[in-house]
């Protein structure tokens, strides 16, 4: 099946986009319309014989059987021993959802009311630091802990209405410095988010977050809250259970951002755009688990996806949200993917057939235009554009930059696909007056390519709704592609060995240990910081 996606892949690597557009219905067919959104998948090189293929090979993986799996909270995540069910985190059906015979809904819904609670308390002032009302929250967390709060607190700009909010990830000490430089430890709370409430960084820059706010608060811990499923962990660090958020192992880092998680989002916009964004998600899952597979949103994007990485071997995949406020979501969507997808053996350990998920990158537009776009448009790598847009922004007084934005979200596009010829290069520098050898020379220098694949993703506004609609997407996108490679989404054991090594060179840095097993290269870099560091 995988040698039949290639072949067809490769095969179409010639085929005439624009041509292809020409003929029959292809636009009204190759879209997709769900809710809000609309997703454009029209410009690229794949068939209706090769969505077919891509149909039946999401078929042979049994897509609906394990997506069921999923959702009915079967242990489908094999190396961890765990159930995925992030989705329960958005539940507000009323429907129940049982792990080894039990219904988790009631603590998801318990721990859901009491964040609102605290929420509200810290929005409404009846919470307060020993100086006052809170006016800053301080995020301690990294990665799933960071970046999904990181990403959404900055696309819901607009319904920010509660204290300024402010993330700390790196364990850089920079980080940490930089961000409570000017804050006022009286009136900060410190979240501490970490699902293990291990992880070094986070730890590190815990405690130095205390010690900042111990020097002006008598009791420190009580400007602090804790999201975990480590609740002895939380109580060694002094935090009350009161403010502590606990969740369980079956959500994952990266898929956290439904829950304890988003409590720093919460309190930012206010528990009803929090409960705006999670029923996006929620109709998102709904469409997942009942559309047919061709106008299944999340089903078509991971196809679109698969066509490109395996079947015509693009490497990389660009995000490219036309769209300021979205300006972490390729951050995001990097963990999501490449934490999910980025595994070379599959579920049953033996080697994958296909290459694993695409490197993903991107930045917003239309900064990137003016930055990478040139490789994007003439590189001799084929790089597939993801582009998102919104058809009206929140600024009506400054709707004609929305026009100009919007008009260079669907210009790229269009150029992808359309390109210049030589013989179009060649007229214009004839227009302008060249002859001969040098007419010629320059004009290759302006030729586009084109027959470049892209697709489009349109919203009517960044609201919380359409965010929620929009990483449920984009979390399903991840989860079928899994399903057809055939490689379990939901483990990351590609992180660790750095972690163990950056253990054992700390005593070596610190001189404590002469680092004998180190390799000459790292001795010797080691040998430079400990030089330069005085
Ligand atoms: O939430 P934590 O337990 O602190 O983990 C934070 C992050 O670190 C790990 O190394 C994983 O790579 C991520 O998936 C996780 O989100």
Redesign the pocket.
């Known amino acids: 099946m995988w040698s039949d996606i290639e072949k067809r892949g490769r095969d179409a690597l010639t085929r005439d986009m624009t041509e292809m557009l020409e003929s029959g219905d292809r636009v009204g067919s190759f879209n997709v319309t769900f809710g809000d959104l609309l997703f454009d998948y029209s410009k690229t090189q794949m068939s209706t014989d090769d969505r077919e293929a891509l149909l039946t090979l999401a078929r042979q993986a049994k897509l609906a059987e394990k997506r069921d799996a999923m959702f009915n909270g079967h242990r489908i995540n094999e190396t961890e021993g765990r159930a995925v069910l992030h989705t329960a985190l958005r539940n507000l059906s009323g429907r129940s959802i049982h792990v080894d015979g039990a219904d988790v809904m009631p603590g998801v819904l318990d721990t859901l009311t009491r964040m609102e609670h605290f929420a509200e308390a810290i929005r409404d002032g009846s919470f307060t630091g020993q100086g006052g009302a809170i006016t800053d929250v301080v995020n301690i967390?990294?990665?799933?802990?960071d970046l999904g709060p990181v990403m959404a607190y900055a696309a819901l700009a607009p319904y920010a209405d509660g204290p300024r909010v402010h993330y700390v990830s790196n364990v850089d000490g920079a980080h940490i410095h930089d961000t409570l430089k000017g804050l006022d430890p009286t009136t900060t709370l410190v979240i501490v988010a970490?699902?293990?409430f291990t992880?070094i960084e986070?730890m590190t820059n815990a405690e130095t977050a205390k010690r900042w706010m111990a020097e002006q608060v008598t009791d420190p811990a009580a400007q602090f809250a804790a999201l975990s499923t480590a609740a002895d962990r939380t109580a060694d660090f002094g935090i009350d259970p009161s403010r502590v958020f606990g969740f369980e192992d079956w959500v994952g880092?990266?898929y956290s951002v439904w829950g304890p998680i988003g409590l720093s989002l919460m309190i930012a916009i206010g528990p009803n755009d929090f409960r705006d964004f999670l029923s996006g998600g929620h109709e998102m899952d709904m469409h997942f688990c009942g559309a047919p597979l061709a106008q299944n949103m999340p089903v078509m994007l991971a196809l679109t996806g698969i066509w490109h990485n395996q079947g015509q071997g693009h490497a990389t995949r660009a995000v490219l949200p036309y769209d300021q406020r979205l300006l972490r979501l390729p951050a995001y969507l990097q963990q999501l993917e490449m934490?999910s997808n980025g595994k070379r053996v599959s579920m049953d350990g033996a080697d994958l057939k296909v290459d694993s998920g695409p490197v993903v990158w991107g930045e917003p537009g239309t900064n990137g235009q003016h930055a990478f776009y040139q490789l994007i448009h003439q590189g001799s790598r084929v790089v597939p554009c993801e582009f998102m847009v919104a058809a009206r922004g929140h600024e009506p007084d400054l709707a004609h930059h929305h026009q100009l934005l919007v008009a260079n979200c669907l210009a790229q596009s269009e150029a992808l696909m359309r390109g210049r010829s030589l013989d179009e290069a060649r007229a214009l520098m004839a227009a302008k007056g060249l002859t001969g050898d040098e007419l010629d020379r320059q004009a290759r220098h302006r030729v586009f390519p084109g027959n470049r694949p892209s697709t489009t993703l349109i919203y009517p506004q960044l609201t919380p709704h359409v965010l929620g609609q929009i990483v449920a997407l984009y979390e399903h996108r991840v989860f079928v592609e899994g399903v057809i490679l055939g490689i379990n989404s939901f483990d990351?054991w590609g992180?660790e060995l750095g972690k163990e090594l950056a253990n054992s060179l700390a005593p070596v840095l610190a001189g404590d240990d002469a680092g004998a097993d180190k390799d000459p290269s790292t001795r010797a870099l080691v040998a430079y910081v400990q030089a330069h560091r005085a």
């Open positions: 967390g990294i990665g799933g802990s970490s699902k293990t992880t986070t880092g990266r934490e990351q992180v």
